[in-house]
């Protein structure tokens, strides 16, 4: 079956401008994570959900971040004013929910560089 | 908060050396899972193997093999008769059981393995 997909694979912009990242989950899991993996580091957590709503928003780095995932599926991470410092991979990963812990399945990841 | 440490930013060995990735983590949670992802040139993470905080049971899977010593509150990974395509950056991550399931990631270890 397919996997978590993401799109832009790459994506260059100016300093300044709006992105937006998309993440298109595995069919039926409920659980999507956003991820940021800066050069030379581990990922670091950004934002999940569970379902719709973001149960936890803790990793966002500021207000310029945010994240929807209106149907409960494809999620979308937008970015406002770029900076220079925003310039990574972003990673999403989605899994079931529920009974302990279930696994993490990554996308590719989206390489944003802003100039 | 949790902490996962991964000391040696780099490794190189040749050819069918063995070869040891060291993990230490932090955290007050009595439940948790301990994870290795594998991230080569292409950048997907894979998903290696999980351990719960309760099986500190080492396990052997092929050439790869994995120390769980809560004692020490290390992870270790350990590669016999490495090849050349287990040259990749190697992660530990760490989640607790009530934090949403999102991982806590160490720095990575770049593994190089030369022919």
């Known amino acids: 079956g397919a996997g978590v997909s993401q799109t832009p694979s790459n994506k260059v912009t100016e300093k300044g401008k709006y992105v937006e990242l998309r993440c298109d989950p595995i069919s039926g899991h409920t659980a999507l994570y956003w991820y940021r993996q800066s050069l030379g580091q581990g990922p670091e957590f950004l934002i999940y959900?569970?379902?719709?709503?973001?149960a936890d928003d803790s990793g966002l780095p500021n207000d310029r971040f945010f994240a929807v995932r209106p149907e409960g599926s494809v999620s979308t991470l937008k970015i406002q004013r770029t900076e220079r410092g925003d310039s990574a991979v972003y990673l999403c990963a989605s899994s079931f929910w529920g009974g302990g812990y279930n696994e993490q399945f990554f996308g590719p990841g989206t390489r944003l560089t802003v100039l | 908060a949790q902490k996962v440490t991964q000391a040696q930013t780099e490794i190189s060995v040749v050819e069918k050396e063995d070869v040891t990735l060291d993990c230490v983590y932090e955290?007050?949670?009595?439940?948790?899972?301990l994870f290795w992802y594998k991230q080569p040139p292409s950048g997907e993470l894979v998903f290696l193997i999980r351990r719960n905080s309760f099986d500190e049971q080492n396990e052997i899977s092929g050439r790869y093999s994995w120390n769980f010593q809560k004692s020490t509150s290390s992870f270790n990974f350990t590669i016999t008769a490495s090849q050349v395509v287990d040259s990749a950056v190697y992660f530990c991550?760490?989640?607790?059981?009530?934090?949403?399931?999102?991982?806590?990631f160490g720095g990575g270890t770049r593994l190089m393995v030369k022919p």
């Open positions: 991550a760490l989640t607790i059981r009530n934090a949403g399931n999102m991982l806590t």
């Open positions: 959900f569970q379902g719709t709503g973001a």
């Open positions: 955290t007050r949670d009595t439940t948790y899972y």
